[in-house]
């Protein structure tokens, strides 16, 4: 049970990180590789920030408000700098190596003795529910997890919920619009250039802030956390795509997909590592998912195309 | 009023793909004038209309609209001056965004957007009212995404769109050219209608000569980056499209007539 | 529906399958016409097997009935069942078509050469001479004094009147005064009463103005030939193998050649196989001080060029005046014409619509005047020859038509 819990806990926090994904791959359709670099500095801000005695909650707003910087920046460069919206992202994921490990002095920053969500989370349901462990479904379960647990699902909701409400503001609407079709959003009056580094900050605030929460709950900020985070993000979409179907763009529909996307893989994660999976080979693995769900859906419609006489692409 | 000021655009300069798109366009249309422009391919009659709307800058020139300089605003700024449709029907609008938030995207056309709900229900009904008499039935469904629309309806939407909040210009870039005959038709009727309502001022691209003698009040005629012809008023009111063809014929006659026929000719002329 | 034509001694049998309803009455007429261009002026319809006939049907049949009776040409319906018969009888179309009903074949046999004209063939093209008056010249005098490209002036200008007897071609304008024609002054062509000409406005099309009853049209005229007298031969023309044509200056060679004089005036009905030309796009009375209309770039403010062969399948009105004597030479209206050494020649063409014209002897005047009945000119050029290398366009060339020709007396002085 106690892995069941951690894989929900961790599913949803890496699902902030896919939404944040999700604005940049699926709305800004801008293949953002910062992620890989904003979720570790939203991890190190926060750490270092816990460890000097900071507000846990306030850590946190840190970690997201680090993300979004590196989001602006990536927007900026690729906008008013003319850089391609690839080497954009890897120019700041690469310079935010550098400045992750500035941040926090060295390459890991444990955070045993500060006080973070978790230690906020279980002091709450202490108060309510004075025991050391909970029994769910007959399974003891220790209240600090399921305090982190339940913490986190009540931050992802939210933010899913504040999410969904920003898409349908009329910047929000603007954003997406700039996205899926930057022309015509010029057409109506606004400059899709700082739609674009808007969406990005807000897509890498979002991952900041995973990184902020996954920090607090692993209780240590490490410089190599964020490798294949975007990749991560990307299984976690795809997948939730395949859950909701693809076809849905209601906004709505578009983040539920995302969340449980993320929570489903991560589920699925660990079962195939307490099958036996070597964790080392967690990234391949992902890397071939990723791959394997680009690709198919075209054999699959070509193959379609041959069998049914040409109407397999109809509608598209 | 827009005005134009002997506005040049080179593209490509120094290659050998250099085109000089346009060599010197100067035209003034009047407030309420709905002109088109025709012309061959490569006359330059689609750039102009992008040299208005601010999709590159000019080289040289001037160009004003309602009492504005607008040569070196952005494209995004000058949309709060003009209302914008496409040749190709996927352009004007975000295919997965759904009516009703296309729509709205274009009702605050040129303001600011905040982080108020960009749809209500007053805003809402307002959508339904004024798509109603476009009866093609799309009053039902706003929350549709618009790329399950056909081609001509969402050209339709666009010209909506467009002049939802009355814009000084609208531009027109061969708007029916991608659409079946039938849905053609319709949009050409229906830019009619708003257009005379309005009383917009507005610049189409067609290639149809059937559209530029029937539609509008002016026929400004380009080739080879100038404007040959320029035909408003009583000669427009009795134009036809022979008279179109011919014009293009004489201007592409005067191609064909160089200093070695002139050298041919001139001894036999008398 | 289906036509199969079988060419017979006399005349073309086109035979009829299947229904002649409004889907295929436009195909059927346009058959004929087609037919009719080729000269085939007897034309009879092989009704065996025609089994339905719309009222559609009849009229195209009447339509074609028309048109050749208008070119003195012969239709009939043969062979025609009960059905067809009953139908046209009851129509009352039955007294304006014939109904040959016996099978009377290859019967009134081909009596060939129904006349006197003498016919010979060169280069393709089938020639048939007709001696209208041994004795008729022309006599051609100037109109106008207007040198191209000096600055007009109204002395220059003539008034003539343009009768039916006389051929006339030049620069001009219809109006009263100078005054009124400086700014549209443009080529002309007249014969027979007819005058065409193109106002140098940049008109598209030519305007016309014909003698009727006792008003004779007049021009003022910057310049120009005007010739009166009678027409001495008439040439008929015709391709005698596929893909012949008869260019301009071998026209002009038949016509020396039917006259047997160096020096002719001559009037032209033939279908365009192309033309080449040019016309005035801008009044000559608009000339100014610093314009220099003979230098290139701008030659084209004032004058158009063809730019391609032009008018394929249109009926032409040629008029003009050519010399071989070179004593036409000195005359400033009648430049040199390239092809030929020593020839001189300056030719106007009309171009109407396509109408054929009958077979045979045909007089000038009919012609013309029927010409300009049937539809308005839709052009007019000055015929050049464009011999450049590769890019040329080659001279004007026609299929088959008529050309009226008399020996020609060049005068240099008005009167």
Redesign the interface.
């Known amino acids: 049970m106690t892995l069941v819990i951690g894989a929900f806990t961790m599913g949803l926090i890496l699902s902030l990180l896919a939404l944040g994904v999700l604005i940049s791959f699926r709305i800004l359709r801008f293949c953002d590789i910062t992620v890989d670099g904003s979720i570790t500095l939203g991890a190190s801000a926060t750490a270092v920030l816990l460890v000097s005695g900071c507000n846990p909650w306030l850590a946190t707003l840190g970690g997201m408000g680090a993300g979004m910087i590196a989001g602006f920046a990536t927007g900026l460069l690729h906008t008013h700098f003319k850089i391609e919206e690839l080497l954009s992202g890897i120019l700041v994921m690469t310079a935010l190596y550098s400045i992750n490990l500035r941040v926090m002095g060295r390459s890991n920053v444990p955070m045993l003795n500060s006080e973070s969500i978790s230690d906020w989370a279980e002091a709450m349901l202490l108060k309510s529910n004075p025991t050391e462990k909970i029994s769910i479904l007959g399974w003891p379960v220790p209240v600090r997890d399921l305090a982190m647990l339940l913490t986190v699902a009540a931050l992802v909701a939210f933010i899913g919920l504040l999410l969904n409400l920003f898409l349908k503001t009329s910047i929000g609407t603007a954003v997406r619009a700039a996205g899926e079709n930057p022309q015509m959003i010029r057409a109506q009056g606004v400059d899709n250039r700082w739609m674009q580094v808007f969406g990005l900050a807000v897509s890498n605030g979002l991952v900041g802030l995973s990184g902020a929460v996954l920090a607090q709950y692993q209780g240590f900020a490490d410089v190599q956390m964020g490798i294949g985070m975007m990749v991560w993000g990307l299984a976690s979409i795809i997948i939730g795509e395949a859950l909701v179907g693809k076809s849905t763009r209601s906004t709505g529909m578009m983040i539920c997909g995302a969340l449980m996307g993320t929570v489903l893989f991560r589920l699925l994660i660990a079962i195939a590592l307490r099958w036996g999976l070597d964790p080392n080979d967690l990234k391949l693995v992902t890397a071939l998912f990723v791959f394997a769900a680009l690709v198919l859906p075209r054999w699959a419609g070509k193959i379609g195309r041959k069998v049914f006489g040409g109407r397999g692409n109809a509608g598209a | 009023m827009l005005e134009l000021n002997n506005v040049k655009k080179t593209f490509f300069p120094g290659t050998p793909n250099e085109v000089q798109a346009l060599r010197g366009i100067s035209m003034k249309l009047e407030d309420g004038c709905f002109a088109a422009i025709i012309g061959t391919n490569g006359s330059g009659k689609s750039t102009s209309l992008n040299a208005v709307a601010g999709s590159f800058m000019v080289d040289s020139g001037q160009i004003h609209l309602d009492g504005h300089d607008i040569t070196k605003w952005p494209e995004y700024r000058r949309a709060s001056l003009i209302g914008r449709v496409f040749q190709n029907p996927f352009a004007g609008t975000a295919a997965e965004m759904t009516i009703a938030e296309n729509i709205v995207l274009s009702m605050r056309r040129g303001k600011t957007r905040g982080l108020g709900l960009a749809l209500n229900r007053r805003i809402r009904e307002e959508i339904k009212e004024r798509i109603r008499p476009l009866n093609m039935g799309l009053e039902t469904r706003i929350d549709n995404p618009i790329g399950t629309l056909s081609g001509g309806q969402r050209q339709a939407l666009t010209l909506l769109m467009a002049t939802w909040l009355r814009p000084k210009l609208l531009l027109l870039d061969e708007h029916t050219a991608a659409l079946d005959p039938k849905s053609a038709a319709q949009v050409a009727v229906l830019t009619k209608e708003i257009i005379e309502r309005e009383k917009l001022t507005a610049l189409m691209v067609t290639h149809s000569m059937q559209q530029a003698v029937q539609l509008p009040h002016r026929i400004i005629m380009m080739h080879k980056g100038q404007i040959v012809e320029d035909i408003y008023g009583e000669r427009k009111a009795r134009v036809k499209v022979a008279d179109l063809m011919n014009a293009f014929d004489r201007v592409r006659r005067r191609d064909l007539f160089d200093a070695s026929v002139a050298e041919q000719v001139l001894p036999q002329f008398a | 529906m289906n036509i199969t034509p079988i060419q017979k001694k006399a005349w073309l049998e086109l035979k009829v399958e299947g229904r002649l309803d409004a889907s295929w009455a436009e195909h059927f007429f346009s058959t004929v016409a087609a037919h009719m261009r080729e000269g085939r002026h007897d034309i009879r319809v092989d009704a065996t097997e025609l089994n339905y006939l719309s009222s559609a049907g009849m009229r195209s049949l009447l339509r074609a009935h028309r048109e050749l009776a208008a070119v003195s040409g012969q239709f009939a319906i043969i062979r025609a069942s009960e059905f067809v018969i009953r139908t046209l009888s009851m129509s009352g179309f039955d007294s304006l078509l014939k109904l040959d009903l016996a099978d009377q074949d290859d019967a009134p046999e081909a009596d060939e050469s129904e006349d006197k004209g003498a016919g010979w063939t060169s280069k393709g093209i089938r020639f048939e001479k007709f001696a209208i008056d041994p004795d008729a010249r022309m006599e051609v005098r100037p109109a106008g004094r207007w ?3 000096a600055r007009l002036d109204a002395a220059e200008c003539e008034k003539i009147p343009l009768g039916r007897d006389c051929i006339a071609i030049g620069t001009g304008a219809s109006a009263e005064s100078f005054e009124e024609a400086k700014d549209r002054m443009g080529d002309f062509a007249s014969a027979a009463g007819c005058t065409a000409w193109l106002p140098g406005t ?1 008109a ?1 099309s030519p305007d016309y103005i014909l003698q009727e009853g006792r008003f004779v049209p007049e021009l003022l005229a910057a ?1 120009g030939l005007r010739a009166v007298g009678g027409i001495s031969s008439l040439l008929r023309f015709s391709p005698a193998e596929e893909g012949a044509s008869l260019e301009l200056s071998t026209l002009i060679e038949s016509a020396f050649a039917a006259t047997g004089a160096t020096s002719v005036a001559f009037v032209a009905i033939a279908e365009v196989d192309g033309l080449v030309g ?1 016309s005035l ?1 801008r009044s000559p009375g608009l000339i100014g001080e610093n314009d220099k209309p ?1 230098e ?1 770039p701008e ?2 403010e004032w ?6 062969r032009v008018h394929s399948g249109k009926q032409a009105l040629l008029v003009g005046f050519a010399d071989a004597s070179r004593s036409g030479l000195s005359q ?2 009648l ?4 092809s030929r050494n020593g020839w001189a020649a300056h030719v106007h063409a009309a171009v109407f619509p396509f109408h054929p014209l009958p077979n045979g002897e045909i007089y000038m005047s009919d012609c013309v005047a029927q010409l300009f009945a049937g539809a308005e000119p839709s052009a007019l050029l ?1 015929l ?5 290398p590769t ?2 366009l080659g001279a004007s060339s026609f299929l088959r038509g008529a050309c009226w020709c008399a020996p020609a007396t060049f005068h240099s002085e008005a009167r």
């Open positions: 040198i191209p490209w940049g598209d310049n040019v796009t003979a290139f030659l084209r004058m158009s060029f063809c730019g391609e400033p209206l430049p040199a014409l390239p000055h050049v020859e464009d011999a450049r890019l040329g």
